[in-house]
Antibody, heavy 127, light 106 residues
Framework: EVKLVESGGGLVKPGGSLRLSCATS????????MNWVRQAPGKGLEWVSS????????YYADSVKGRFTISRDNAKNSVDLQMNGLRAEDTAVYYC????????????????????WGQGGLVTVFS | DIQMTQSPSSLSASVGDRVTITCRAS??????LNWFQQKPGKAPQLLIY???RLQSGVPSRFSGSGSGTDFTLTVSSLQPEDFGSYYC?????????FGQGTKLEI
């Protein structure tokens, strides 16, 4: 059974730092790209960051670029999100999500999709 | 960046109804369109990937269609457990983006 479990959320003051971790099991972790997605209270989903299976390719949303850093440890089957310079608008539930691929032979494309999600970790930035 | 626009933002329907949610991308995303269902306090769950592929374990009353910029999610016969919010998401290019969501009330 595929499992993703986030930890490390909590309360922090504006300008502070927090590190989220996502522990995984039930699949061959080093074969998968991993993502972080967040959801502010009462709002929709926002993609935050992505890291490829080897860690060579990393992407961020503009809203967190320069403040957040994604990393992974393939020996420990985990992916982290280091969050610095936190702002009130970063308050959200943060989900880690596994990325799978479908090969669409009609257009010769690989289509990524998030097939497994953690339960989420709450980050609250308040003064 | 690609903007995803869903409609309607909310809808109320009855058990047995056929329901359709639309999603439009600001530029072509080919078939890189995924649909998620989310219930209050829970993580999103994948329903449809690559525009029309049904995720394993998802009831066959859910279906997806479309390509290019216009996509639809259809529930053929609404069941009580189908309440919640629905989101489309493009995975054609970074930054990945979600629609604003559709809240479905039964």
């Amino acid at each position: 059974e595929v499992k993703l479990v986030e930890s490390g959320g909590g309360l922090v003051k504006p300008g502070g730092s927090l590190r989220l971790s996502c522990a995984t099991s039930g699949f061959t972790f080093f074969n998968y790209t991993m993502n972080w997605v967040r959801q502010a209270p009462g709002k929709g989903l926002e993609w935050v960051s992505s890291i490829s299976s080897s860690g060579s390719y990393i992407y961020y949303a503009d809203s967190v670029k320069g403040r957040f850093t994604i990393s992974r440890d393939n020996a420990k089957n985990s992916v982290d999100l280091q969050m610095n310079g936190l702002r009130a608008e970063d308050t959200a539930v943060y989900y880690c999500a596994r990325e799978e691929y479908y090969y669409d032979s009609s257009v010769y494309y690989y289509v990524p999709y998030f097939d497994s999600w953690g339960q989420g970790g709450l980050v609250t930035v308040f003064s | 960046d690609i903007q995803m626009t869903q409609s309607p933002s909310s809808l109320s329907a009855s058990v047995g109804d056929r329901v359709t949610i639309t999603c439009r991308a600001s530029q072509t995303i080919v078939s890189h369109l995924n649909w998620f269902q989310q219930k209050p306090g829970k993580a999103p769950q994948l329903l449809i990937y690559a525009a029309s592929r049904l995720q394993s374990g998802v009831p066959s009353r859910f279906s997806g269609s479309g390509s290019g910029t216009d996509f639809t999610l259809t529930v053929s016969s609404l069941q009580p457990e189908d309440f919640g919010s629905y989101y489309c998401q493009q995975s054609y290019t970074f930054p990945y983006s979600f629609g604003q969501g559709t809240k479905l009330e039964i």
